[in-house]
């Protein structure tokens, strides 16, 4: 099957996570089939499903028809096995406990067809890890959707080493699909996406143990600083549109005031040490040198329409 496009899916796990997961594949016209702990949960969920549809269209936020797609291609199962049983790709979208996951995984296994690709949602859990409940682990791998489902558009695909990387393409080809955008990452806790916010929060909150802001006013730096530029630009094009040697130069106050754990990476000091110093000279991590012109206008442009957006929407009503 994993040489042919995926055409049939299965959920298991209806709640937020994996209804929203459910809800976007029924939106791109893909038969999708959602199973939960029992009958009466799936089908509870199937008409949450179905009424939060409706309100996000009615609200603007599905396009017209979305509502539809969802009534016409979204199923509740009757049994796991019902669920499994013919389904191209299942998601497992279960609590992030792998004594919870791990038996699930196995049930799915014994129930699935032999070519039918087997994916984790887990946020953090080492893939391989979950792979030691899989009789024949290659055909498994995770696949990261983010809450909520139906609005944040990326996803990170992790493969252990056991997986045959033939599954990987029918699934970027599902994600490309429901209109979201995969990363292939490496299958360490925490992957990319919480690695990387855990350690801001740690940070954060490292900020407010030491008195240097209030929670409330870290948030606020955040959401109107930096944060305020990553709808757009990664890290590393941040830092080479903004200098790689201003970065080296900054790492070095850092690692006078915060010691080694602040200093300079390797890996940036070598690009400066070489002349490659981002958009300015040389190139960097991912932007090359050269005529910055449409790239500043980009810039200029995202930023002041997100302020647009903001000023619209008006402030978060915490």
Do not use: W
């Not at 602040?262 to 000279?281: I, N, R």
């Amino acid at each position: 099957m994993s040489e042919q496009a995926i055409s049939k899916v299965a959920v298991i796990g209806a709640g937020y996570m994996g209804g929203g997961i459910a809800q976007v594949v029924a939106m791109a016209q893909i038969p999708v089939v959602i199973f939960d702990a029992d009958v009466d949960s799936t089908r509870r969920h199937h008409a949450r499903i179905l009424t939060e549809a409706r309100d996000f269209e009615q609200r603007g936020l599905f396009a017209p028809g979305s509502v539809q797609r969802v009534e016409k291609y979204l199923s509740a199962a009757d049994s796991f096995e019902a669920a499994v049983g013919d389904a191209d790709f299942i998601e497992e979208a279960v609590f992030e406990r792998p004594d919870v996951k791990g038996p699930v995984l196995a049930r799915i296994e014994a129930a699935a067809r032999p070519d039918a690709i087997i994916g984790s949602n887990t946020s953090t859990l080492p893939i391989a890890e979950l792979a030691a409940f899989l009789t024949d682990a290659s055909r498994f791998l995770g696949v990261h959707f983010s809450n909520p489902a139906p609005f944040i558009p990326g996803v990170e695909l992790i493969a252990h080493t056991g997986t045959d990387e033939r599954h990987l393409p029918p699934v970027e080809a599902l994600i490309s699909a429901v209109g979201k955008q995969s990363a292939r990452v490496v299958d360490k806790a925490g992957f990319v996406l919480n690695r990387l916010q855990y350690v801001l929060l740690k940070e954060a909150i490292s900020l407010v143990e030491e008195g240097i802001a209030t929670p409330e006013d870290i948030d606020t730096v955040v959401r109107t600083t930096f944060g305020f530029r990553l709808p757009f630009f990664g890290p590393f094009a941040i830092a080479d549109m903004a200098g790689l040697d201003i970065y080296r130069d900054c790492f070095t106050t850092f690692e006078k005031h915060y010691g080694a754990r602040l200093a300079s990476p390797k890996m940036l000091t070598d690009l400066v040490d070489s002349g490659h110093l981002g958009l300015k000279q040389g190139g960097g991590f991912i932007v090359e040198a050269g005529d910055s012109s449409a790239l500043v206008a980009y810039r200029n442009t995202a930023y002041a329409r997100l302020s647009q957006l903001l000023d619209e929407l008006g402030p978060a009503p915490f």
